[in-house]
């Protein structure tokens, strides 16, 4: 199991609400979900944090995919 299985992909919560993976990443960049967060680097990108047993237990969908998932983009 890799180190980072406690964390959810943005890929992988697009899925479970059947919604964008720009509608997610916006949501984390306003602050909008409670189970992730997004932070902007000095570069200008922005790197999403989602804690999978969090948002499993808010969101009661449970088995999101376990892989790694920190997830960058510019």
Known sequence: MSQLS????????????HKSKDTIRYGLQQRVFPWGYAVQEASGK??????????????GINGVADVEAHYEIQ
């Open 6 to 17: 406690y964390l959810a992909t943005i890929d992988e919560v697009a899925a479970a609400f």
């Open 46 to 59: 922005w790197s999403y944090i989602i804690n999978r047993l969090r948002f499993e237990e808010i969101e």
